[in-house]
């Protein structure tokens, strides 16, 4: 709950500078909490200035000083997903629509488990995905997608 609330923080401060969460986790650094906050600004190729990440850092930690949701230390960072990362949620394939992309499938499709090429689509509504892999064009269900990441081509 704690850090559900805390992406409601974030979303809220990033929305204000029209700037997207990307992705909010809590991980362990050498015995110690932290959380990762990962911003995108749409649009952007790598995801978000060091401007953007400051301004969110600085703000989103007033509001953690005033209302933090979490009873134990932390360290919070806020940083940009970069021009490879990881998709983890429907949206992440809509933001990522025209860049390469690595997939890993649950089940082979059309004979292979794993794809590379271009992202032409995301549907939402049918959670589809397309992606162009050399020749051909394969639709992908996105519950078939293991592991799924964004690839820079030289």
Wanted: with cysteine.
């Amino acid at each position: 709950m704690a850090l559900l609330r805390l992406e409601e923080m974030a979303r809220e401060v990033a929305e204000a500078h029209e700037i997207s969460v990307y992705d909010v986790r809590m991980t362990t650094q050498r015995g110690r909490q932290v959380v990762q906050v990962t911003i995108l600004r749409p649009g952007q190729k790598g995801g978000a200035s060091i401007v953007d990440c400051t301004t969110v850092a600085r703000e989103l930690g007033q509001m953690l000083e005033v209302d933090d949701p979490f009873d134990h230390a932390y360290t919070l960072e806020v940083s940009s997903p970069g021009i490879e990362r990881e998709l983890r949620r429907p949206e992440h394939f809509g933001w990522a629509i025209g860049e390469t992309v690595y997939l890993v499938l649950s089940e082979a499709v059309e004979g292979w488990e794993q794809y590379e090429g271009v992202l032409e689509s995301f549907d939402p509504e049918s959670q589809v995905i397309t992606v162009a892999a050399g020749k051909r064009r394969v639709d992908i269900a996105y519950g078939m997608v293991r592991k799924a990441r964004t690839r820079f081509v030289f």
